[in-house]
Structure formats: C-alpha cells, structure tokens
C-alpha cells in the first residue's frame, strides 16, 4: 500500500491564485482530513470527512473548501491564494483514532 | 472545548541523559491521548497511545488524570530521537484529533 499521497510536494502561488491541493488514501478508510502546520503552532485541523459525500469544517476552514467524492480522494481547494495561508500542508486519514499522514504539500503565497 | 497543551517548544538533552516531554490536557470526558513523532524530513506518525499501554523505542507516557497530564518519558536518550513530539487527544466519541503545539526535541551528542 501507498498509505496517504499528496500533490504537490511544493508550490508557489501568487496572491489571487487558485490551486488544490490532492490526497488520496488506498487504506479504505472512511475518515480523512486536512491539517496546516506552522511554525511553532503544531497542526491545526482545516477540514474533515467521515465518508464519501461528508464533509465537515475544523478550527480553520476560511479561505478553504474541500470535497468528498470517493472514499479514496480528498482535495482541499484554495480560491483566492493570501500570504496567510502560506504553510506546510498535511492530508491524514483513519478508521478509529489512529491517523496516517501524508508527506506533506509546503505552499508559499508572496 | 478540548485543549492539550505543550509548554516546552524546545527542548535539549545529552546522549544518555533522561529525557520527559511534557503534556498537559483538558477534556470534560474521558479522553484518549496520543504521541506522534515527526523526524527530520519524515512525515508525521504514531509514536505511542495510552489505551495500549506498550513501549515504543523506549519511550512511554502514562495517563494521569488527577492531573490531567500524558508526558513522555524516556530514560536514556539517543541522538535518533532528536524529532518534533506532538501530543494529541481524541474524544471517545468522535475521530478528531486535537494536537498540542509541539515540542522539538534535540539529542546532542
């Protein structure tokens, strides 16, 4: 198994631009998420999905949106690209408590 | 609302030295707490959970609820164990994680 793969593995995006960021999981699992990572303010969870067509916001989701069209995959789409959202991006999933990552996409935004 | 917190960003020790990691929580239930490791250039996993009770490269963390804490313990550090340390807790209920801010470890030699 692959376990949790993401793409890409960088990217630079000008302020205004649009991207989505890709995950997909070939584990089954039924819960997915999206996590930000910065600098000394460990993960913070932006959304999460329980299933296929479910999706929920976490503590951060403005700027963001997310969509659950199969088990497998779990994009996470940002419209207008801010300085703010600058930051490494972590996909994750799991069947009970325990989540698996994905290698992580770092997003600059100048 | 839950809350877990790590009061230490860095931390440094010596090869051979004890090293603990603290972790602090807050939950009006009964929570389920995780250790998750990111070495350099890695990608965040599972380092231990206290419903488990095992032992994982040495280190282990014990559940105290009186003082709602799930610090990390190890007794002889080694420089492979120089990583971020994230403590995280679950709602028996749910599937979402809660994550601490992290602690850098450092093993110096």
């Known amino acids: 198994n692959a376990g949790v793969t993401q793409t890409p593995k960088f990217r630079i995006l000008k302020i205004g631009q649009s991207m989505t960021l890709q995950c997909t999981q070939d584990m089954n699992h039924n819960y997915m998420y999206w996590y930000r990572q910065d600098p000394g303010m460990g993960l913070k969870l932006i959304y999460y999905s329980v299933g296929a067509g479910i999706t929920d916001k976490g503590e951060v989701p403005n700027g963001y949106n997310v969509s659950r069209s199969t088990t497998e995959d779990f994009p996470l789409r940002l419209e207008l690209a801010a300085p703010s959202q600058t930051s490494v991006y972590f996909c994750a999933s799991s069947v009970v408590y325990e989540q698996y990552f994905g290698p992580g996409t770092r997003l600059t935004v100048t | 609302a839950q809350r877990v917190t790590q009061p230490e960003k860095l931390l440094s020790v010596f090869k051979g030295a004890p090293v603990e990691l603290k972790c602090n929580y807050s939950?009006?239930?009964?929570?389920?707490l995780f250790w998750y490791v990111q070495y350099s250039r890695q990608r965040l996993q599972l380092l231990l959970r206290h419903i488990s009770r095992e032992s994982i490269k040495g280190f282990t963390a014990d559940l105290n609820k009186g003082e709602t804490s799930f610090h990390l313990k190890k007794p002889f550090a080694q420089e492979e164990d120089s990583a971020m340390y994230y403590c995280?807790?679950?709602?028996?209920?749910?599937?979402?994680?809660?994550f601490g801010e992290g602690t850098q470890l450092t093993v110096n030699p």
């Open positions: 939950y009006s239930g009964s929570p389920e």
């Open positions: 995280a807790l679950v709602e028996t209920s749910g599937s979402r994680l809660t």
